[in-house]
Nanobody, 124 residues
């Protein structure tokens, strides 16, 4: 069973940075796609960034391009989201997700597993 454990959320002022981590267990296939989603208050969950652990270019939401970077450490089965120049609109619960069959399904929310979520609050 795939399990995802997130860490690294918190509160920052606009312009600040945070790094989220997602440690995965329960699988050994490095073709797994992992990524980050977020759900702002009273809005639907949206994809932020995804990456295939086997390699290839990551995919970012337009709102994340140039400010957020997704990276991986395959030895630790961990995916990171470095968030710079944070804005109040980035305030949301951030979720880690994984799909064992590919990134195209994950981008539209088709995940085999979700993390518990971590709160990110950006004040102006």
């Amino acid at each position: 069973q795939v399990e995802l454990v997130e860490s690294g959320g918190g509160s920052v002022q606009a312009g600040g940075s945070l790094r989220l981590s997602c440690a995965a267990s329960g699988f050994s296939d490095i073709s797994v796609c992992m990524g980050w989603f977020r759900q702002p208050p009273e809005k639907e969950r949206e994809a932020v960034a995804i990456i295939n652990l086997q390699g290839g270019s990551p995919r970012y939401a337009d709102s994340a391009k140039g400010r957020f970077t997704i990276s991986q450490d395959n030895a630790k089965n961990t995916v990171y989201l470095q968030m710079n120049d944070l804005k109040p609109d980035d305030t949301a619960v951030y979720y880690c997700a994984a799909n064992l069959f590919g990134c195209s399904r994950l981008w539209t929310g088709g995940a085999n597993a979700w993390g518990q979520g971590t709160q990110v609050t950006v004040s102006s």
